[in-house]
């Protein structure tokens, strides 16, 4: 990558429009220690204020920034250039598996709603109010929980599962993963609830284990290991007719 001083530049190809857009090429000046999300700032500042893209923390806190960059989801705040360039060129577009609403902003309603639909969302037990509900932090289930709590929202996973891609109501690994904290949170007063979801039509069964998903968290965390876990208790309920 150029120092500050060098003049060198990158071929940026950007996607614009909606879904039946296409690519606009743009030089933008390749800086040392430059992220994705430096050079979509620069083109929208410097070359079209008319841009179209999502950020907010900046800082790989939010999830909020990420792109399809050079054929791959990624989030761009913490996604260094030299770690992915080689040569000059980089392609930029909006994630895939989801509506485009302009240029590289997608609508992230269908991911969230697939959340909804996972019961992905806590349910308060029967702890008195004013009490702490004993939590044993070595407990298998902690463990379970705590390895896959991490998940920003991101949306990276889904728009890397093949698995969404042909099967559009598939839940996804987020809100399968989601689910999957919440069937060993000890706290939860739904955990029957929320296995149903998830081994519902188009659940975790549904699953075909490419490991897109985890390869490309930039949290690492293991979605795929989540729904596997999802299918050990699914097929454990079933057995005991209490699915």
Known sequence: MASDNEQLELKVQVWRGDADGGYQTFDVPARRSQT???VVTWIQRNLDATLS???????????TCAMTVNGKARWTCRTQLHAILDGDQLTLAPLKNLPVVKDLATDMAP???KWERASGYFVP????VGTMAPVDPGSRARKSASAAIECIGCGICYAS?????WRSDYLGPAALNRAWTLVNDERD???AGHLRSAAGEAGCHA??????CAELCPKSLNPTASISGLKRHAFAAALKGTL
């Open 207 to 212: 699953c075909h284990s490419h490991q897109s």
């Open 53 to 63: 893209y999502r950020f907010a923390c900046r800082v790989g806190m939010c999830g």
């Open 111 to 113: 991911f969230f709603d």
């Open 125 to 128: 037990g029967t702890t008195p």
């Open 189 to 191: 007063g739904d955990k």
């Open 161 to 165: 599962c093949d698995t969404v891609a």
């Open 36 to 38: 994705v999300l430096d």
